[in-house]
């Protein structure tokens, strides 16, 4: 705990309260704590404004405590707790603005075994965008943990940026895994790469790999890596990636999964035909 200097230190906000004069007290991180631990939205956002507070007086290293202080919104259940949603996107916001150090932490913390947190954590390295990419890629290359490289391809998909074509080869190996989770949220993730990747960066070759990888998860045994491999190659053609003949392809692909071909042998899942639908919509488009 930050228990040195009690004097603003240079950096912090002029002209704002900190969190020892809001609370009164020597050491604000008992009072953080303890309300960051409540159920109640009041004492919720109340905490954040302090641990707010506090990263300003000190700095974002020197407030490295919070971290795990802050971390333990990242549990709430957003199905269970959807008036908390507004709340834990602020707590991953405030992550975020601790900086680059937080990263490892953050990529540490996908091991945490608790889906909510993994989740909000995922977001977290997303928003931190293009830097946490090859602490994430290692984290995979070192991890045999199916559930481990999961929640990294999820982070993986959520950054926004063109650097992310680096992780090209690790989510095309990932799509063709033997375990339904990895190769599920790999499939979702080619299109969440597409989304990235400026047209003039993908290569022909990486777009091919992307083509046959996809039209090969089409005929996966499992309904939901169907319907998000149609969604992804909807993304790519969203994303202008397509061809001519590839979209044709498409086309063709989608109506057979609806039906509207001579073989009337549409897709009996009904998440495959709604994303042919909408692919449709992208590839007439």
């Known amino acids: 705990m930050a228990t040195e200097s009690r004097q ?15 609370t009164g007290a020597e050491d604000p991180y008992p009072t953080i704590r303890s309300l960051l631990t409540s159920t109640s939205p009041e004492e919720l956002r109340k905490g954040l404004e302090l641990a707010k507070h506090e990263i300003a007086r000190v700095g974002s290293r020197e407030a490295k405590p919070l971290f795990e202080i802050v971390s333990v919104i990242f549990y709430i259940d957003p199905l269970d707790r959807p008036d908390l949603v507004p709340i834990l996107d602020e707590a991953v916001s405030l992550v975020v603005g601790f900086g680059e150090w937080v990263i490892p932490v953050l990529v540490d913390h996908l091991e945490a075994g608790d889906i909510k947190a993994q989740l909000a954590v995922g977001h977290a390295l997303g928003r931190i965008g293009a830097e946490a990419i090859e602490p994430l890629m290692a984290k995979y290359a070192s991890s045999a943990d199916p559930s481990t490289r999961t929640f990294v391809l999820y982070a993986l998909g959520k950054v926004k ?10 989510v095309l190996e990932a799509a063709r895994s033997d375990d339904l989770e990895l190769r599920d949220t790999a499939t979702r993730a080619i299109g969440k790469l597409a989304e990235s990747i400026p047209v003039e960066e993908l290569t022909d070759d990486l777009r091919r790999k992307f083509l046959e990888r996809l039209h090969a998860n089409l005929a996966d045994t499992n309904a939901v890596v169907r319907a998000k491999a ?42 495959v035909r709604r994303e042919a639908e909408e692919t449709l919509r992208y590839v007439r488009g």
């Open 8 to 22: 603003p230190r240079e950096g912090a906000e002029d002209g704002g309260a900190t969190a020892l004069q809001v």
């Open 161 to 170: 940026s063109p650097r992310i074509v680096k992780a090209a080869s690790l």
């Open 230 to 271: 149609v969604r992804s190659l909807g993304k790519l053609a969203k994303a202008g990636h397509l061809r001519p003949p590839e979209r044709e392809a498409l086309e063709a692909v989608c109506k057979g999964l609806l039906g509207e071909d001579e073989s009337f042998e549409w897709d009996r899942a009904y998440g």
